[in-house]
């Protein structure tokens, strides 16, 4: 009898063992599938002269990342860089093995060139600040640039009560979204009688060359207000009213939130800014390609809310989350 109980007892040992063995086996099995199921790689690739609106599309897709179990890859680049690099990092994301690519494309070469390969690597494109569809490019987030256009020009007839001569400082490259925002801008200022509308000035990225620009603008022209179409523009109008001494005189309407641009709207060198949430832009940028690659459907175009700051509203809690959406 107590050799047959310790038979038994060894039998239930052997039992209880392989059970050990055969679930410590799944459970190393188990281990095994999770770390080789590697979290999504989403890369944001800057815009090139991209500023502190990148750095804040960069914060927003980091929070992103954070929120939805991703990771992120952001690519910059040096201000001497332009179209060509942005298309040759673009591509070696996509060749690197990006589950997703965000970008805010320098043209329409880039963008086709990436949405192509990235098609054929199953990779889904997210265009920022851009709403130029291609074959390969899922979804689009971006401000309404003509609404925007409209929202400046609003401001500037404000600014001069009805009456004036406005002069254009625009991009010396095409540019389709600067194009919408000055065809905003033109319509909202031809609804006054009073306002002139002229051809000012063309620059590029460079703020001394947008200074040149002012300059010779502004010998030759006689203009009670100025709309400047991007930032580096703006700041090169504001250093040549410095340097003549007549802030607060030529009415300066732009778009941007740069701190350099914040400071000269505190001391009156420029009027009016047209922004936009950058941080949301991140953001909601890598929350699409997350819903993408979850198999999820998505809208096609996701628009930004544009807002008209100055001097006096900047201060206000609902402006200063537009502003600065990522200080607690």
């Known amino acids: 009898m107590n050799r047959r109980l310790a038979i038994a007892r060894i039998s239930l040992l052997g039992t209880a063992l392989l059970l050990a063995a055969v679930l410590l086996a799944s459970c190393r099995a188990a281990g095994l599938g999770e770390a080789e199921k590697a979290p999504m790689r989403i890369v944001l690739i800057a815009p090139v002269h991209a500023g502190e609106q990148g750095d804040a599309m960069r914060l927003g897709a980091e ?13 910059a680049f040096e201000p001497h860089e332009d179209e060509k690099e942005q298309l040759a990092a673009a591509l070696a994301a996509v060749e690197g093995g990006a589950s997703a690519v965000l970008i805010d494309p320098a043209g329409d070469e880039v963008l086709g060139a990436l949405a192509h390969e990235a098609s054929a690597q199953g990779a889904p494109v997210v265009t920022l600040n851009d709403e130029r569809g291609a074959k390969g490019v899922q979804t689009s987030i971006t401000a309404d640039y003509e609404e925007a256009g ?3 020009g609003e401001a500037m007839a404000e600014l001069l009560g ?3 001569t406005v002069a254009v400082m625009r991009p010396d490259r095409p540019d389709p979204d600067m194009e919408r925002r000055e065809v905003g801008a033109r319509a ?7 306002i002139t509308v002229t051809d000012g000035a063309a620059c590029g990225n460079s703020r001394d060359a947008c200074w040149q620009a002012a300059k ?4 030759h022209l006689k203009a009670d207000g100025a709309l400047a179409l991007e930032a580096s523009a703006s700041l090169g109008l504001a250093d ?4 003549r001494g007549e802030q607060g005189k030529l009415k300066i309407v732009t778009f941007g939130s740069e701190m350099e641009q914040l400071e000269l709207l505190q001391e009156g060198s420029l009027h009016k800014l047209v922004v936009q949430n950058g941080f949301s832009t991140g953001y909601l940028g890598v929350k699409q390609a997350v819903s993408l690659l979850s198999g999820e459907r998505v809208d096609k175009l996701i628009r930004l809310e544009t807002r008209v700051i100055d001097a006096d509203n900047m201060f206000w809690m609902n402006n200063q989350k537009m502003l600065f959406p990522f200080v607690q």
Do not use: C, H, N, T
């Open 162 to 164: 009805g009456s004036g």
């Open 63 to 75: 929070a992103a990342v954070k929120e939805f179990g991703a990771e992120l890859d952001y690519i």
């Open 240 to 243: 040549e009213v410095k340097r």
């Open 150 to 152: 409209r929202q400046a």
């Open 216 to 219: 010779q603008m502004l010998d």
């Open 188 to 194: 909202a200022l031809a609804e006054y009688a009073g």
